[in-house]
């Protein structure tokens, strides 16, 4: 019924930037809270950013300053900027989102993944 795309990642070197890209299409009534997970080889996947409709943002200690975190309500999109990145922000991101397909019916949606390695 929805779907979420990602795109943006990449190789970069560490003190570098990248921007994510996530767009949900299909059966969209409205959306809620937008996030960005990530997961790096071997860990548990963690919340790395969140954002609601009305644009309040929430980050990890460990990404608070470097990256921004966006979304346009009107196109269903979420961006992640992620700015000075350290060899540790390498890792599979993953966008997710909070989507109500009808207002009795909310879908808590993932995307495919994009990895992003930042080399030393």
């Known amino acids: 019924q929805v779907q979420l795309v990602e795109s943006g990642g990449g190789l970069v070197q560490a003190g570098g930037s990248l921007r994510l890209y996530c767009a949900a299409s299909?059966?969209?009534?409205?959306?809620?809270?937008m996030r960005w997970y990530r997961q790096a080889q071997g860990k548990q996947r963690e919340l790395v950013a969140s954002i609601i409709s009305g644009g309040s943002t929430n980050y990890a200690d460990s990404v608070k300053g470097r990256f921004t975190i966006s979304r346009d309500n009107a196109k269903n999109t979420v961006n992640l900027q992620m700015s000075t990145l350290k060899p540790e922000d390498t890792a599979t991101y993953y966008c997710?989102?909070?989507?109500?397909?009808?207002?009795?019916?909310?879908?808590?949606?993932w995307g495919q993944g994009t990895l992003v390695t930042v080399s030393s």
């Open positions: 299909g059966r969209i009534f409205s959306i809620n809270a």
């Open positions: 997710n989102a909070d989507i109500a397909v009808t207002i009795f019916n909310v879908l808590h949606a």
